[in-house]
Antibody
């Protein structure tokens, strides 16, 4: 079975940094693009960032461009999201999401999420 | 960025009813549209991709249609487990975007 386990969330002050991780298992990691999607409290889903299967192409929502960096370590089957200069509006549950394929850009498996709270 | 507008915001129905959810794109997304179901405390679940293809394990009561800018998710006969929030998502252009969601509530 596919498993995606996020970690690294927590409480951080505005302007601070966090690194989220997503440990993947149960599928061939190098065959799939990966993404981060978030849900702010009481709000809908927002796509944050994506990376292709070998890490050569990355994509970002305008709201995080220049502040967040997505990366993957295929030797460890792990996806990362480095978040800098965090803002209160970045407060959300962050989901790791597996692509249907190497670049299909639909998400067929999701983790349970890790909560990021940006507050002073 | 492509804006996806879902309607209605809330649909109040009874088990056994037919549900029809709409998603309209601000510009053509061809058939590059997916639908997800999201229940509280659970991760979202992919239902439909490329407008009309059911994802693995999705019951036949879920169907999708449309192309260009207008799309529909139909649940032919609501099961009690189908009451949830439904989102559409486009992959035609970066950035990927989601609609605001339609909540299917028990009447």
């Amino acid at each position: 079975d596919v498993q995606l386990l996020e970690s690294g969330g927590g409480l951080v002050q505005p302007g601070g940094s966090l690194r989220l991780s997503c440990a993947a298992s149960g599928f061939t990691f190098t065959n799939h693009a990966m993404n981060w999607v978030r849900q702010a409290p009481g709000k809908g889903l927002e796509w944050v960032s994506g990376i292709n299967n070998f890490g050569g192409s990355t994509y970002y929502a305008d709201s995080v461009k220049g502040r967040f960096t997505i990366a993957r370590d295929n030797s460890k089957n792990t996806l990362y999201l480095l978040m800098n200069n965090l803002r209160p509006e970045d407060t959300a549950l962050y989901f790791c999401a597996k692509d249907l394929s190497f670049n299909f850009n639909y998400f067929d498996s999701w983790g349970q999420g890790t909560l990021v709270t940006v507050s002073s | 960025e492509i804006v996806l507008t879902q309607s209605p915001a809330t649909l109040s129905l009874s088990p056994g009813d037919r549900a029809t959810l709409s998603c309209r794109a601000s510009q053509s997304v061809s058939s590059y549209l997916a639908w997800y179901q999201h229940k509280p405390g659970q991760p979202p679940r992919l239902l439909i991709y490329d407008a009309s293809n059911r994802a693995t394990g999705i019951p036949a009561r879920f169907s999708g249609s449309g192309s260009g800018t207008d799309f529909t998710l139909t649940i032919s006969s609501l099961d009690p487990e189908d009451f949830a929030v439904y989102y559409c998502q486009q992959r035609s252009n970066w950035p990927l975007t989601f609609g605001g969601g339609t909540k299917v509530a028990i009447k």
